[in-house]
Protein backbone atom coordinates (compact mmCIF):
# COMPACT_ATOMS: atom_id res chain seq x y z
CA UNK A 1 0.00 0.00 0.00
CA UNK A 2 0.95 3.64 -0.56
CA UNK A 3 2.07 5.08 2.16
CA UNK A 4 0.16 8.83 0.48
CA UNK A 5 -2.91 6.47 -0.24
CA UNK A 6 -5.88 8.26 1.39
CA UNK A 7 -7.33 6.09 3.91
CA UNK A 8 -10.88 5.29 3.60
CA UNK A 9 -12.90 5.70 7.10
CA UNK A 10 -15.16 3.72 8.31
CA UNK A 11 -18.01 3.74 11.09
CA UNK A 12 -18.84 1.28 13.38
CA UNK A 13 -22.13 1.60 15.16
CA UNK A 14 -23.54 -0.64 18.03
CA UNK A 15 -23.50 -1.98 21.36
CA UNK A 16 -21.33 -4.11 23.76
CA UNK A 17 -20.65 -6.62 20.41
CA UNK A 18 -19.52 -3.68 18.34
CA UNK A 19 -16.92 -2.06 21.23
CA UNK A 20 -16.06 -5.31 22.12
CA UNK A 21 -16.69 -5.93 25.73
CA UNK A 22 -13.62 -7.47 27.82
CA UNK A 23 -11.63 -7.76 24.46
CA UNK A 24 -8.26 -5.57 23.99
CA UNK A 25 -9.03 -3.06 21.57
CA UNK A 26 -7.26 -4.55 18.53
CA UNK A 27 -9.62 -7.65 19.29
CA UNK A 28 -12.40 -5.96 18.23
CA UNK A 29 -14.01 -7.26 15.30
CA UNK A 30 -14.02 -3.54 13.47
CA UNK A 31 -10.58 -3.48 14.46
CA UNK A 32 -9.54 -6.87 12.93
CA UNK A 33 -11.69 -6.32 9.90
CA UNK A 34 -9.87 -3.37 9.02
CA UNK A 35 -6.40 -3.99 10.18
CA UNK A 36 -7.20 -7.23 7.68
CA UNK A 37 -8.06 -5.84 4.53
CA UNK A 38 -5.10 -3.38 5.27
CA UNK A 39 -3.37 -6.25 5.09
CA UNK A 40 -4.79 -7.07 1.58
CA UNK A 41 -4.08 -3.61 0.34
CA UNK A 42 -6.84 -1.90 0.84
CA UNK A 43 -6.31 1.47 2.16
CA UNK A 44 -9.24 1.18 5.31
CA UNK A 45 -8.21 3.19 8.52
CA UNK A 46 -9.18 2.67 12.00
CA UNK A 47 -12.86 2.48 12.37
CA UNK A 48 -14.66 5.44 14.33
CA UNK A 49 -16.38 3.42 16.76
CA UNK A 50 -19.71 4.60 18.39
CA UNK A 51 -20.55 2.12 20.72
CA UNK A 52 -21.08 1.47 24.23
CA UNK A 53 -22.22 -2.05 25.87
CA UNK A 54 -25.98 -1.90 27.23
CA UNK A 55 -27.03 0.00 24.31
CA UNK A 56 -30.74 -0.37 22.92
CA UNK A 57 -31.59 0.96 19.31
CA UNK A 58 -33.04 4.46 21.03
CA UNK A 59 -29.82 4.88 23.16
CA UNK A 60 -28.13 4.55 19.74
CA UNK A 61 -30.07 7.09 18.27
CA UNK A 62 -29.27 9.86 20.95
CA UNK A 63 -25.81 9.19 21.11
CA UNK A 64 -25.89 9.70 17.49
CA UNK A 65 -27.59 13.41 17.94
CA UNK A 66 -24.95 13.70 20.73
CA UNK A 67 -22.12 12.88 19.00
CA UNK A 68 -20.09 15.09 16.62
CA UNK A 69 -19.83 12.65 13.44
CA UNK A 70 -17.94 14.21 10.29
CA UNK A 71 -20.28 12.14 7.31
CA UNK A 72 -19.77 10.69 4.29
CA UNK A 73 -17.85 7.58 5.75
CA UNK A 74 -16.35 4.74 3.11
CA UNK A 75 -17.85 2.02 5.52
CA UNK A 76 -20.60 1.75 7.70
CA UNK A 77 -21.34 -1.07 9.99
CA UNK A 78 -24.36 -1.39 12.13
CA UNK A 79 -25.39 -4.00 14.98
CA UNK A 80 -28.05 -3.60 17.41
CA UNK A 81 -30.85 -5.30 18.83
CA UNK A 82 -29.51 -7.44 21.57
CA UNK A 83 -30.79 -5.62 24.45
CA UNK A 84 -33.51 -4.94 22.89
CA UNK A 85 -34.53 -8.48 22.87
CA UNK A 86 -32.84 -9.06 26.49
CA UNK A 87 -34.99 -6.05 28.09
CA UNK A 88 -38.20 -8.02 26.63
CA UNK A 89 -39.31 -4.97 23.89
CA UNK A 90 -41.23 -5.45 21.45
CA UNK A 91 -40.31 -6.74 18.15
CA UNK A 92 -42.32 -3.72 16.54
CA UNK A 93 -40.75 -0.81 18.65
CA UNK A 94 -37.58 -2.49 17.13
CA UNK A 95 -38.97 -2.92 13.47
CA UNK A 96 -39.10 1.24 14.19
CA UNK A 97 -36.18 1.83 15.28
CA UNK A 98 -33.86 -0.07 13.76
CA UNK A 99 -34.88 1.34 10.38
CA UNK A 100 -34.37 4.48 11.72
CA UNK A 101 -31.21 3.86 12.66
CA UNK A 102 -30.54 2.68 9.22
CA UNK A 103 -31.14 5.40 7.56
CA UNK A 104 -28.38 7.57 9.58
CA UNK A 105 -26.33 4.47 8.68
CA UNK A 106 -27.05 5.41 4.47
CA UNK A 107 -26.68 9.13 5.10
CA UNK A 108 -23.58 8.71 6.80
CA UNK A 109 -22.28 6.38 4.27
CA UNK A 110 -23.49 9.59 1.48
CA UNK A 111 -26.65 8.03 0.36
CA UNK A 112 -24.52 5.15 -0.58
CA UNK A 113 -26.75 1.73 0.49
CA UNK A 114 -23.94 -0.86 -0.92
CA UNK A 115 -21.45 0.51 1.49
CA UNK A 116 -23.31 -0.22 4.69
CA UNK A 117 -23.38 -3.74 6.41
CA UNK A 118 -26.20 -4.20 8.96
CA UNK A 119 -24.64 -7.44 11.35
CA UNK A 120 -26.69 -9.76 12.94
CA UNK A 121 -27.50 -10.01 16.34
CA UNK A 122 -25.52 -12.50 17.67
CA UNK A 123 -27.17 -15.53 19.72
CA UNK A 124 -26.22 -15.11 23.71
CA UNK A 125 -28.54 -18.19 24.87
CA UNK A 126 -25.94 -20.35 24.36
CA UNK A 127 -22.90 -18.80 26.60
CA UNK A 128 -22.57 -20.34 30.51
CA UNK A 129 -24.41 -16.74 31.16
CA UNK A 130 -27.47 -17.56 29.92
CA UNK A 131 -27.68 -21.11 31.75
CA UNK A 132 -26.37 -19.95 34.96
CA UNK A 133 -28.88 -17.44 34.68
CA UNK A 134 -32.02 -19.31 33.97
CA UNK A 135 -32.34 -19.14 30.45
CA UNK A 136 -33.78 -21.21 28.10
CA UNK A 137 -31.83 -21.51 25.29
CA UNK A 138 -34.19 -22.37 23.04
CA UNK A 139 -36.25 -18.96 23.85
CA UNK A 140 -33.31 -16.85 23.43
CA UNK A 141 -32.65 -18.14 19.80
CA UNK A 142 -36.48 -17.81 18.26
CA UNK A 143 -36.38 -14.26 20.30
CA UNK A 144 -32.87 -13.66 18.53
CA UNK A 145 -34.29 -15.50 14.99
CA UNK A 146 -37.15 -13.11 15.08
CA UNK A 147 -35.54 -9.53 15.33
CA UNK A 148 -32.53 -10.85 12.67
CA UNK A 149 -35.81 -11.43 10.37
CA UNK A 150 -37.28 -7.73 10.73
CA UNK A 151 -33.52 -6.17 10.21
CA UNK A 152 -32.90 -7.83 7.28
CA UNK A 153 -35.62 -7.19 6.24
CA UNK A 154 -35.58 -4.22 6.46
CA UNK A 155 -32.10 -4.32 5.02
CA UNK A 156 -33.44 -5.56 2.03
CA UNK A 157 -35.67 -2.89 1.59
CA UNK A 158 -32.77 -0.33 1.82
CA UNK A 159 -30.66 -2.11 -0.64
CA UNK A 160 -28.08 -2.76 2.54
CA UNK A 161 -25.58 -5.39 2.75
CA UNK A 162 -26.87 -7.91 5.44
CA UNK A 163 -24.37 -9.93 7.20
CA UNK A 164 -24.79 -13.16 9.30
CA UNK A 165 -23.02 -13.33 12.60
CA UNK A 166 -25.18 -15.53 14.42
CA UNK A 167 -24.74 -18.54 12.49
CA UNK A 168 -21.00 -18.18 14.52
CA UNK A 169 -21.80 -17.42 17.55
CA UNK A 170 -24.12 -20.38 17.98
CA UNK A 171 -20.88 -22.50 16.37
CA UNK A 172 -18.82 -21.06 19.47
CA UNK A 173 -21.48 -22.09 22.03
CA UNK A 174 -20.01 -22.66 25.44
CA UNK A 175 -16.52 -23.02 24.52
CA UNK A 176 -14.36 -21.09 27.18
CA UNK A 177 -11.57 -20.05 24.48
CA UNK A 178 -14.59 -18.35 22.55
CA UNK A 179 -15.76 -15.91 25.21
CA UNK A 180 -14.35 -13.14 27.71
CA UNK A 181 -14.59 -13.79 31.56
CA UNK A 182 -18.22 -12.92 31.86
CA UNK A 183 -18.99 -15.89 29.80
CA UNK A 184 -21.12 -14.04 27.67
CA UNK A 185 -19.58 -11.92 25.23
CA UNK A 186 -17.36 -12.88 22.31
CA UNK A 187 -13.47 -13.33 22.87
CA UNK A 188 -10.84 -11.65 20.73
CA UNK A 189 -10.89 -15.20 18.73
CA UNK A 190 -14.50 -15.39 18.12
CA UNK A 191 -14.61 -11.94 16.32
CA UNK A 192 -11.93 -13.83 13.94
CA UNK A 193 -14.37 -16.46 13.37
CA UNK A 194 -16.77 -13.43 12.15
CA UNK A 195 -14.74 -12.24 10.10
CA UNK A 196 -15.39 -15.03 7.46
CA UNK A 197 -18.76 -13.88 6.92
CA UNK A 198 -17.66 -9.98 7.91
CA UNK A 199 -14.65 -9.62 5.14
CA UNK A 200 -16.02 -10.59 2.06
CA UNK A 201 -19.24 -8.24 2.80
CA UNK A 202 -16.69 -5.76 3.10
CA UNK A 203 -14.64 -6.09 0.72
CA UNK A 204 -17.69 -5.66 -1.84
CA UNK A 205 -18.85 -3.09 -0.65
CA UNK A 206 -16.01 -0.98 -0.63
CA UNK A 207 -15.09 -2.26 -4.50
CA UNK A 208 -18.61 -0.48 -5.56
Same mark, same amino acid.
Given at each position: MS ?7 ? $??? %?? /? ?8 ? +? %???? !? !? ?15 ? *? ?9 ? $? ?8 LQ??? +?? #????? %? ?8 ? *? ?8 ? $? ?8 ? %? ?7 ? /? *????? #? ?15 AA ?9 ? *? ?9 ? #???? /? ?16 ? /? ?12 ? !????? $?? #?
Amino acid at each position: MSPDRAMLRY $LAL %GD /SYTIGEGVAP +D %GRWP !A !AMARRLRAEGVPLGEPR *ILAVTGWTTDE $LAAAIEREALQPPY +DL #VSLLI %GVNNQYRGRD *IFNFRDEFDA $LLQHALAFAG %GRAARVLAV /S *IPDWG #VTPFARVNGHDPARVAAAIDTFNRAAAE *IAARAGVVYVD #VTAA /SRQAGAAPDLLVDDALHP /SAAQYARWLDTLLP !AARSA $LA #V
